[in-house]
């Protein structure tokens, strides 16, 4: 499975939205891009998923470029709850491999 | 709804000691993963089921780790001789579909041992 690189930490302000950003330029033409999030003491949660286009449901949006080697999770509005890790992962045919993610911090 | 159940929540062990943890996975879901993850760490693969075969075991860190799902629904992961760097939170995740498809995971909220 393609690596992804994420910053290790981003702040917002509640209300507001929140861009995580990924970079996955070794991404294949059959790799998803899945992103999940993990508040702490609890298991991973996913939020969603996409090949090519954009994508959109209730929690949050992706973006992803013409390209395919990075994409955008946006949280729309960001609410103390959203504060936990972001996982971006390229998940293939097997199993999900986790990097470090991006600890959000949403703020009053 | 019932998500994925595992248990104990907690389990602390002396070094040496075996430990079995539980993992009740969302009722008729084929595929079954275990993770284990570190302090700060993100969660890092250790097995996988589809039913009750074991496809790919590549991620258990030693013989000393063992999963079994018999049944192809509950699976236990066995832990003998435990050590102190066995310490961590282990998460069972289960799936509707078999791996290869386009199909998000559904994660347990861990049990922590803690190896003292």
């Known amino acids: 499975d393609a690596k992804t690189t994420q910053p290790p930490s981003m702040d917002c302000a509640e209300g507001r939205a929140a861009n995580l950003p990924c970079n996955h330029s070794t991404i294949s033409g059959n790799e998803y891009v899945y992103w999940y999030r993990q508040i702490h003491s609890q298991g991973p949660q996913y939020i969603i998923h996409?090949?090519?286009n954009n994508e959109t449901n209730e929690m949050a949006s992706l973006i992803i470029t013409e390209d395919r080697k990075s994409s955008t999770l946006i949280l729309p509005h960001a609410t103390l709850r959203d504060t936990a890790v972001y996982y971006c992962i390229v998940y293939n045919t097997d199993k999900l491999i986790f990097g470090t993610g991006t600890r959000l911090q949403v703020f009053p | 709804g019932a998500g994925v159940s595992q248990s104990p929540r907690y389990k602390v062990a002396k070094r040496g000691q075996d430990v079995a943890l539980r993992c009740d996975p969302i009722?008729?879901?084929?595929?079954l993963f275990w993770y284990q993850q570190a302090l700060g760490q993100g969660p890092e693969f250790l097995t996988y089921?589809?039913?009750?075969?074991?496809?790919?075991k590549s991620g258990l860190p030693s013989d000393r780790f063992f999963a079994e799902r018999p049944e192809g629904s509950v699976s236990t992961l066995k832990i003998q001789r435990t050590q102190q760097e066995d310490s961590a939170v282990y998460l069972c995740?289960?799936?509707?579909?078999?791996?290869?498809?386009?199909?998000?995971?559904?994660f347990g909220n861990g049990t922590r041992l803690t190896v003292t």
């Open positions: 996409g090949l090519k």
């Open positions: 009722s008729g879901h084929v595929s």
């Open positions: 995740a289960s799936s509707p579909h078999p791996t290869g498809l386009n199909s998000p995971l559904h």
């Open positions: 089921f589809q039913n009750e075969a074991q496809l790919d």
